[in-house]
């Protein structure tokens, strides 16, 4: 690997692993007065909080990487991993640097652990974001403004100064940037996937977690351009695979490792889905605040997280399949992830309907043991290529 | 003067007139829903928390209700062949047994509980009201059936007030959404006059819900407001708020709830009226379904009388003052809707949980944490650490399923219960001593 590209992947996965975000302090303190807020998965307006001079920080657990002493004790054990482990963060001192902490309406556990962050850190600003769930302009338009409003509002007086209208078109035009970038990363994997590995890709998205998404942009971009300049990288017989169900609780790497080398290159994921969660450019022009809500409503991904509709379960995900020219789809869901979890019959039902070929596992973040899991996905990889030659 | 009270006669031969009325209510529900395709009758399928009965009923249509007939199979021991099913068809065994249960039944054929065929909906009416879950199980049977499908987005309660942008929020999707689409499944327009004297009549019975819950303050309790509660909910929560039915039944209960009092007598148990009432406890979370009564003996073996609950309130928190307003009828639905108990914020839950303990006097509180429900059980751990450090009063904690029997440990469940009733002991001895 050249030393530029180990560089850049080096730097990235320090920025992943380093559980007391010393970047997000570092970049506190290189101005005063600056301000981080946290957000669990998937989506928040991180543009609003951008244009507030604020760095948005994503949270999405500990891992595999933080023992887990009194988070364990604040869930029963039928609760998925990620709620523990942040508390765990929490209660020992390493979210501290965040000004503030967002909680999405993504299922009922994140959205109770907002109010178990009102009652364990009674001085910090804390908000529970409800996004709509009706997508009619007039019904959930109305509301999901008016909910921005408030944000903006809360954002003016955490930082005290105002948020102009065209700052945040500027910082709309950031995060587009950023979200193309990344697209043009998934894009480019989907085209050659041995140029990008895995284990790359992984840490260089989730370091937009924590970067400045400017910062981040660069990465990426960075990224790109060395990462094909790779000698030694060449195809290889393994199957493409679409991964499904990793839009919250993040998998250990290992997990990720294990599926690449049990024979199959990932060419589509919704790993880290709140980075792209608008599929489209949101609009610079006019009222920037309607613009974000715009593009809520008429671009935000299709994932289990939200309403559908139409009913049509399954079709973003043969889409997918199609688009990335996938053999099959993995659904790595975390246990006890009610999103996840209800909502893969509905797309097996599909895929099987396509005739896509399909497989299952369940992983939690800490997630240690993965021989079951490359076999099993090892097993599906050969069957897919034996199904490919026929 | 009134003969001596029999506590000794177990309720399997001894039955309230409102007990049988609400059997008659019940069934009579049941028979109208198996023969609505013959009759022509239109069924909508919604759930408990933040429904729409009086809207409903405006329409002349008729709820069907999956989580009570999840239960009723949990109670009949049916469920668990139900579960596997639907695990059969790839659901998971980590997500809620309600759905799971609903989803085998349908594929069993959706015979209800009282053996008759359900009739599948002309509406899947979508109240996505403090449970996310909601969302999934009706994406889930919207795959399964044929029908138009009407999503009600309720925010949730996270800073604790209604805020008036939620209800317009409400108000406006009722209007373009539910009302068009009730309209459409059941032929008839909106008629508000019709709504607001439904409402009116909800309002009458709520007071006396409220009355019946609220005499638990009493010592001794003449209810139970847990195990008794459900049943006592029963109507109101599920197809017969805003009825003339609803309001006898209510009445009935009142009548003899006061009768009870007036006696100094207890609760009525499956067991009889217990001997006395040792403890007096809150319980927060919903109850196990599948071995309902044998949960409840054990409480009754003890002498331990449940004076609040917060499973009471899933579908409206009547005690709090809310009453549905026959002025505002699209407000007060909206009101209703953001006011369920699971809607509403884990600081307000716990602040709750903490005026019951003081205002039923009670000696204890026991949280049934439910495998299945996310919605309830996510928080509760920190809500035993808070209200034991805030009121005094010690907390016990037992875990169970709703209606997965594989998830319901009788002996376990036993032993955490009477542990704690001894720490109680100990505790009130140590007090007195």
């Known amino acids: 690997m050249s030393p530029e590209l180990a560089a850049i992947v080096e730097r990235a996965q320090l920025l992943t692993e380093d559980l007391s975000l010393t970047s997000v302090r570092t970049w506190k303190q290189a101005v005063a007065g600056r301000k981080a807020i946290g957000h669990m998965p998937i989506y928040v307006p991180r543009e609003l909080i951008h244009a507030a001079g604020m760095l948005p920080v994503g949270i999405v657990g500990a891992g595999d990487r933080l023992e887990i002493i009194r988070g364990d004790a604040y869930f029963q054990s039928y609760i998925c991993h990620i709620p523990r482990s942040t508390i765990e963060l929490a209660l020992t001192q390493r979210l501290d640097v965040l000004d503030g902490m967002l909680f999405p309406s993504i299922c009922d556990v994140i959205r109770n652990l907002s109010g178990m962050w009102n009652i364990l850190f009674p001085d910090r600003y804390v908000r529970y974001v409800d996004l709509p769930q009706n997508f009619d302009p007039q019904a959930g338009g109305t509301y999901w403004r008016h909910e921005l409003d408030t944000l903006r509002n809360d954002f003016v007086r955490l930082t005290n100064r105002p948020i102009e209208d065209d700052a945040l078109r500027r910082s709309i035009a950031v995060y587009n940037e950023n979200r193309f970038t990344i697209c043009e990363l998934y894009r480019a994997r989907s085209l050659r996937p041995w140029f990008f590995p895995v284990s790359e890709v992984y840490p260089i998205l989730r370091a937009g977690n924590v970067l400045p998404p400017e910062n981040h942009t660069a990465l990426v971009r960075e990224y790109l351009r060395l990462a094909p300049l790779e000698p030694d990288r060449r195809d290889r017989d393994q199957s493409r695979v679409v991964l499904v169900g990793m839009f919250c609780e993040q998998p250990p790497v290992g997990v990720l490792l294990t599926l690449e080398r049990a024979g199959c290159w990932v060419v589509d994921d919704d790993l880290l889905l709140g980075l792209r969660w608008i599929t489209g450019d949101v609009s610079c022009d006019g009222d920037p605040v309607q613009a974000l809500v715009d593009a809520f409503l008429t671009q935000s991904a299709e994932t289990a997280a939200r309403y559908l509709p139409d009913g049509e379960h399954g079709r973003a995900l043969v889409e997918s399949v199609r688009r990335n020219r996938a053999e099959g789809v993995i659904f790595c869901a975390p246990s006890f992830c009610d999103p996840a979890l209800l909502e893969q019959p509905m797309l097996i039902a599909r895929l099987d309907r396509e005739g896509i070929p399909h497989t299952q596992f369940k992983y939690s973040e800490d997630t240690g043991q993965f021989a079951v899991i490359r076999e099993q996905a090892g097993t599906f990889s050969d069957s897919i290529r034996l199904w490919s030659e026929a | 003067m009134n003969a001596a009270p029999d506590r000794r006669v177990p309720e399997d031969i001894r039955k309230e007139h409102s007990m049988l009325l609400q059997k008659e209510m019940i069934a009579s529900h049941y028979t109208a829903l198996a023969h609505a395709p013959q009759q022509n009758r239109k069924v909508v399928y919604t759930f408990v928390p933040g429904n729409l009965t009086e809207l409903l009923r405006s329409f002349d249509l008729l709820p069907v209700l999956p989580e009570i007939n999840a239960l009723q199979s949990g109670m009949r021991k049916l469920s668990g062949d139900y579960i596997a099913e639907a695990e059969k068809y790839g659901h998971s065994e ?42 999934k199980w009706f994406e889930l049977l919207r795959q399964e059936y044929d029908c138009p499908v009407a999503m009600l987005h309720v925010p949730y309660q996270a800073e604790g007030r209604i805020l008036p942008h939620h209800v317009e929020y409400i108000v406006e999707q009722l209007r373009s959404e539910v009302i068009p689409k009730l309209e459409q499944v059941s032929g008839r327009r909106y008629d508000e006059d019709r709504l ?35 049943y006592y909910i029963g109507p109101m929560f599920t197809a017969f708020r805003g009825t003339a039915e609803g309001v006898a039944y209510y009445q009935a209960l009142r009548n003899e709830v006061e009768d009870r009092l007036r006696q100094g007598l207890g609760p009525l148990t499956p067991e009889g009226v ?83 303990i003081y205002d039923y006097r009670a000696d204890g509180f026991m949280i049934n944490s439910i495998k299945s429900c996310n919605s309830f059980s996510v928080g509760q751990l920190l809500m035993l650490r808070q209200l034991e450090q805030s009121t005094g009063v010690p907390g016990g904690f037992i875990e169970s399923d709703l209606v997965d029997p594989r998830y319901f440990s009788a002996a376990n469940v036993k032993n955490r219960i009477e542990s704690y009733l001894q720490m109680l002991e100990q505790k009130r001895a140590g007090a007195t001593a």
């Not at chain 2, 609903?102 to 403090?130: A, C, F, V």
Request: glycine share 8%; net charge negative.
């Open chain 2, 196 to 230: 607001r004297e439904s409402l009116r009549l909800s309002a009458q019975a709520e007071d006396d819900l409220v009355w019946v819950l609220e005499s638990a303050k009493n010592i001794p309790s003449p209810i139970d407001a847990y195990f008794g509660g459900v």
């Open chain 2, 94 to 135: 980590d997500v809620c047994t309600y759905v799971k249960c609903d989803i085998g039944m349908l594929k069993k054929g959706n015979i209800g509980p009282t053996g008759e065929r359900l009739p599948s909906p002309d509406l899947l009416l979508l109240s996505y009201t403090g449970c996310f879950t909601f969302m």
């Open chain 2, 274 to 356: 217990p001997e006395k009432e040792r403890y007096r406890l809150v319980v927060e979370g919903p109850p196990n379904w599948t071995s309902f009564r044998e949960f409840w003996k054990m409480f009754y073996d003890e002498g331990a009388v449940v004076v609040a609950s917060s499973y009471t309130k899933v579908g409206g928190l009547y005690d709090l003052g809310f009453r549905h307003d026959p002025t505002h009828p699209l407000e007060t639905l909206a009101e209703y809707c953001l006011g369920c108990y699971t809607n509403l914020g884990l600081p307000t839950r716990l602040e709750l949980l903490r005026q019951y």
